[in-house]
């Protein structure tokens, strides 16, 4: 069962991810980052790779597109928040750029 | 040579678009729409099929997805305005929609 992030949780799972350039967002309980390409060929393929493992873990970032760069936004719209899916996305992510 | 369209050349191009959902948008020569679809996978195979039209005319479009909806906008950076490529990248995602 997906659950918002404990204070004790949130240090060892979201620490990591500010350091490879995820933010918390000003008003929301979410993170996000902005991912650059060389091409809108590389951003549009990056996002498809996501685009399946979101699916695969039912947790769908919101994500905008222009040429070749990619703004991504984390949050758990059950939990209203973060969970541990943030986190797990957030990796994927990062490992797939 | 792509181009601005003329106060001529607007109209018939602009006007189907507007029938179809298409707005112009406020502050920029733009036109925008938004499309939903019934799942995800619906909507991220449509973005898949247009970044291949678009990255085939290369003519991109900026745009952003949360989960079953994409909010499309459409201008050409080069001319700082509409230019028929729009008109017909429009198009397309319509007729793929």
Known sequence: MTEKLS???RGPLLDPLFQS???LVEGRDAIAKTFSFTSFVDAFGWMTK???WAEKWNHHPEWSNVYNR?????TTH???GLSALDAKLARKMDKLA
Do not use: P, S
């Open 7 to 9: 204070e004790a949780t």
């Open 78 to 80: 059950d939990v209203n």
């Open 70 to 74: 990619v703004d991504v936004l984390l």
């Open 50 to 52: 996501v685009a399946i």
């Open 21 to 23: 350039g995820w933010a």
